[in-house]
C-alpha cells in the first residue's frame, strides 16, 4: 500500500468533525489571512480546538499562531498538508526503539507487557515510513534485551538519522491519570526540540490523546547520549482505565504510529527548507 493511501485509510477511523456547522461559523474570517499561500485560517481552526480556544474564530489570530508556534509544532496550515507524498521520506534514515524487551517487561497490567505493546506500534510505524520511502533500522525486532548503552551506541553510529523511542507509561495504585508525553534532551543537538515538537503534537493531534507535555532537557539515557535529533514518546498510560483498551487496541496502535510518522515528515520538510549557514 502507497504512503497516501496508507495515511488516507487511517484518517478514516478519526472522528467526523461538524464541519458544515463550522464553516458557517467561520465564513466571516479576515479575507487576508485566508489569501495566504499554504495557509487556511478555516482549517487551521476546525483542525486546532485549543488554539480556536484562546483566538476564537479570528483569522489573523490563528496565523499569528500558525507562523510562531504551529510549523514548528508540525501543525498543518491547510487541507493540501494532509496529501503524502510516497517519496515523502526518500533518502531519509530513521531509527526505531521499541523500549524494553526480553527479561525487561517494561510495566505490567492486566497481563499486558509494555514490552509487546512498544513493538507492535514500531512495527506499524516501520511500515508506514517504508512505504513514504524511508530507511528504517530498528534497535530490536523482535522479543530480545536491548542494552540501554547499545541503544544510544547504536544512535550515535548512525549521524544522518533520527531517533524516535517508543514506550508506555504506568502509575502505581491510580487508574485515572493519562495521556502522552515526550522527551528530549535538546542541549546535544539543536534540532532535537524541533523534532520531539513535530513527533509529539502530530501524535496528540492523531489520537486525540491528553497531553501532559514535551520535556526538552531531560536525563533518560536514550535522549540524553544522543547526538542526533532524537525523542523518546510515552504513549499513554497501561494503568489508566481509559487508556489500557486504547493502548492494546491495533487501531489506536495504527493512529499512534500515523501520528509519529507525520511527525517524522512535518520535521523533515521543515529542516530542509532551512537554510544552512
Same mark, same amino acid.
Given at each position: 500500500?502507497?504512503? /497516501?493511501?496508507?495515511?488516507?485509510?487511517? &484518517?478514516?477511523?478519526?472522528?467526523?468533525?461538524?464541519?458544515?456547522?463550522?464553516?458557517?461559523?467561520?465564513?466571516?474570517?479576515?479575507?487576508?489571512?485566508?489569501? =495566504?499561500?499554504?495557509?487556511?485560517?478555516?482549517?487551521?481552526?476546525?483542525?486546532?480546538?485549543? +488554539?480556536?480556544?484562546?483566538?476564537?474564530?479570528?483569522?489573523?489570530?490563528?496565523? @499569528? *499562531?500558525?507562523?510562531?508556534?504551529?510549523?514548528?509544532?508540525?501543525? &498543518?496550515?491547510?487541507?493540501?498538508?494532509?496529501? =503524502?507524498?510516497?517519496?515523502?521520506?526518500?533518502?531519509?534514515?530513521?531509527?526505531?526503539?521499541?523500549?524494553?524487551?526480553?527479561?525487561?517487561?517494561?510495566?505490567?497490567? %492486566?497481563?499486558?507487557?509494555?514490552?509487546?505493546?512498544?513493538?507492535?506500534?514500531?512495527?506499524?510505524?516501520?511500515?508506514?515510513?517504508?512505504?513514504?520511502?524511508?530507511?528504517?533500522?530498528?534497535?530490536?525486532?523482535?522479543? @530480545?534485551?536491548?542494552?540501554?548503552?547499545? &541503544?544510544?551506541?547504536?544512535?550515535?553510529?548512525?549521524?544522518?538519522? +533520527?531517533?524516535?523511542?517508543?514506550?508506555?507509561?504506568?502509575? !502505581?495504585?491510580?487508574?485515572?491519570? @493519562?495521556?502522552?508525553?515526550?522527551?528530549? *534532551?535538546?542541549?546535544?543537538?539543536?534540532? !532535537?526540540?524541533?523534532?520531539?515538537?513535530? +513527533?509529539?503534537?502530530?501524535?496528540? $493531534?492523531?489520537?486525540?490523546?491528553?497531553? &501532559?507535555?514535551?520535556?526538552?532537557?531531560?536525563?533518560?539515557?536514550? +535522549? $540524553?547520549?544522543? $547526538? =542526533?535529533? /532524537?525523542?523518546?514518546?510515552?504513549?499513554?498510560?497501561?494503568? !489508566? /482505565?481509559?487508556?489500557?483498551?486504547?493502548?492494546?487496541?491495533?487501531?489506536?496502535?495504527?493512529?499512534?504510529?500515523?501520528?509519529?510518522?507525520?511527525?517524522?515528515? %512535518?520535521?523533515? /520538510? =521543515?529542516?530542509?527548507?532551512?537554510?544552512?549557514?
Amino acid at each position: 500500500m502507497s504512503c /497516501s493511501k496508507m495515511f488516507s485509510c487511517i &484518517r478514516k477511523v478519526l472522528p467526523v468533525l461538524g464541519i458544515v456547522f463550522l464553516f458557517v461559523l467561520l465564513c466571516p474570517l479576515n479575507a487576508k489571512a485566508a489569501q =495566504i499561500a499554504g495557509f487556511d485560517p478555516v482549517y487551521y481552526l476546525i483542525h486546532n480546538p485549543d +488554539v480556536a480556544a484562546v483566538y476564537g474564530w479570528d483569522a489573523q489570530g490563528a496565523l @499569528s *499562531h500558525y507562523l510562531t508556534y504551529g510549523m514548528a509544532e508540525g501543525r &498543518r496550515g491547510c487541507a493540501a498538508e494532509d496529501e =503524502i507524498k510516497d517519496d515523502a521520506l526518500s533518502g531519509f534514515t530513521v531509527i526505531l526503539d521499541a523500549g524494553h524487551g526480553g527479561r525487561d517487561p517494561g510495566c505490567v497490567r %492486566n497481563g499486558v507487557y509494555e514490552k509487546n505493546v512498544n513493538l507492535s506500534i514500531v512495527l506499524k510505524l516501520k511500515t508506514i515510513l517504508e512505504s513514504c520511502g524511508a530507511t528504517v533500522l530498528l534497535t530490536r525486532s523482535d522479543d @530480545s534485551f536491548v542494552s540501554l548503552e547499545y &541503544r544510544y551506541t547504536f544512535e550515535n553510529l548512525n549521524p544522518e538519522a +533520527v531517533f524516535v523511542s517508543v514506550h508506555c507509561n504506568a502509575l !502505581s495504585g491510580n487508574t485515572n491519570i @493519562s495521556g502522552m508525553s515526550a522527551y528530549c *534532551h535538546a542541549a546535544n543537538n539543536s534540532d !532535537s526540540a524541533l523534532f520531539a515538537s513535530c +513527533v509529539y503534537e502530530n501524535a496528540l $493531534y492523531a489520537t486525540g490523546a491528553t497531553g &501532559r507535555g514535551l520535556k526538552t532537557m531531560s536525563d533518560l539515557k536514550v +535522549v $540524553y547520549y544522543s $547526538y =542526533i535529533p /532524537s525523542v523518546l514518546i510515552e504513549t499513554g498510560y497501561l494503568s !489508566s /482505565s481509559e487508556e489500557f483498551p486504547l493502548l492494546t487496541s491495533p487501531e489506536y496502535q495504527d493512529l499512534i504510529a500515523a501520528g509519529i510518522a507525520r511527525g517524522i515528515i %512535518n520535521y523533515q /520538510s =521543515i529542516s530542509s527548507s532551512i537554510p544552512t549557514m
